[in-house]
């Protein structure tokens, strides 16, 4: 079967931020969304064409959330949920949404703001975990689609709305929503949805340390072996670190298996040819073993 290549138009132009704040419920209510634009006049009629329902239009420097706005949102979230209370929101724990004032006026309408820790929202955030994806995929689809169809044409700010509206109304759907609370453990409270290894420590690994300094007459190595080589360098040239006496306890001899891999031994040889000078405890293990007389220039010139 022959290769099929697709060709995909797209805008040249670098958009600007907008933020989209949304909130759900695990019984599957949805609160209208709140659109942030980057701009500092008022948000013209012609931007909300095509927008949810009851869209709430905000505007800021940078089209960012700030705690002013989510002041304004959390306002409108009163105003869009049923009287009962108390009620819980969790949140990640931007600093936009801890300002005192939003912590005050939640307090005075019996709504609890619970923050997330910190990169931990892919897993215990539901709209992260059920909404999000799908909602970021929709919206590519519909920005590419209209592009198709609009070519050489620009997404601009009287289109976003309109195609957030898309997006929305095919990702934020009562399964999808309650899958993402479902998955979280937080409603209903199970324990075991959670895969604890998810939130392990992440594993650092450290390479093995650098000898600030080089001491003259003595070094020590790790070989792969796992066999430490320590001697004077007086000692190691006196017996050629090979010998063919075994009846001597005061002359070194060779172990039993290589220490060096066939890698290692051309790379090291490589180094001799070339005078390669700089410190290398393992490299020197190898020339004291195969070239005793420049494993003792070696050690003493090393870089402190």
Request: aromatic share 10%.
């Amino acid at each position: 079967m022959g290769r099929k290549t697709v060709y995909s138009v797209f805008s040249a132009e670098r958009g600007k931020t907008h933020t989209v704040l949304a909130c759900v419920s695990a019984s599957g209510i949805i609160v209208p969304p709140m659109i942030v634009y980057p701009r500092k006049r008022e948000i013209p009629n012609n931007f909300k064409n095509g927008a949810v329902p009851n869209t709430y239009f905000a505007k800021s420097e940078n089209g960012w959330i700030n705690s002013n706005l989510f002041l304004e949102w959390l306002k409108f979230f009163v105003a869009s949920i049923p009287p009962t209370r108390p009620v819980l929101i969790i949140q990640d724990g931007h600093s936009s949404h801890i300002s005192i004032e939003a912590i005050e006026y939640a307090r005075s309408n019996d709504i609890h703001l619970l923050c997330l820790p910190s990169h931990i929202t892919h897993i215990l955030q539901p709209l992260d975990v059920g909404v999000f994806k799908s909602f970021k995929s929709n919206f590519s689809k519909a920005c590419t689609n209209f592009i198709a169809k609009n070519p050489g044409q620009v997404i601009t700010n009287d289109l976003l709305a309109s195609l957030i509206g898309i997006s929305w109304n095919t990702s934020f759907t009562i399964v999808n929503i309650m899958s993402g609370f479902k998955k979280c453990s937080l409603y209903r409270f199970n324990p075991s949805a959670v895969d604890d290894r998810r939130m392990a420590p992440s594993k650092a690994f450290f390479p093995p340390p650098v000898p600030s300094e080089s001491v003259p007459g003595t070094t020590t190595v790790s070989a792969p072996s796992s066999i430490e080589i320590e001697k004077e360098t007086q000692e190691i040239n006196d017996t050629a670190c090979v010998n063919n006496n075994n009846n001597s306890d005061d002359q070194a001899s060779l172990p039993s298996s290589p220490i060096f891999t066939s890698e290692q031994e051309a790379l090291y040889q490589k180094r001799y040819i070339e005078e390669y000078n700089l410190l290398d405890p393992s490299y020197v293990a190898w020339l004291r073993l195969n070239h005793p007389e420049r494993a003792i220039s070696v050690t003493s010139t090393g870089t402190p």
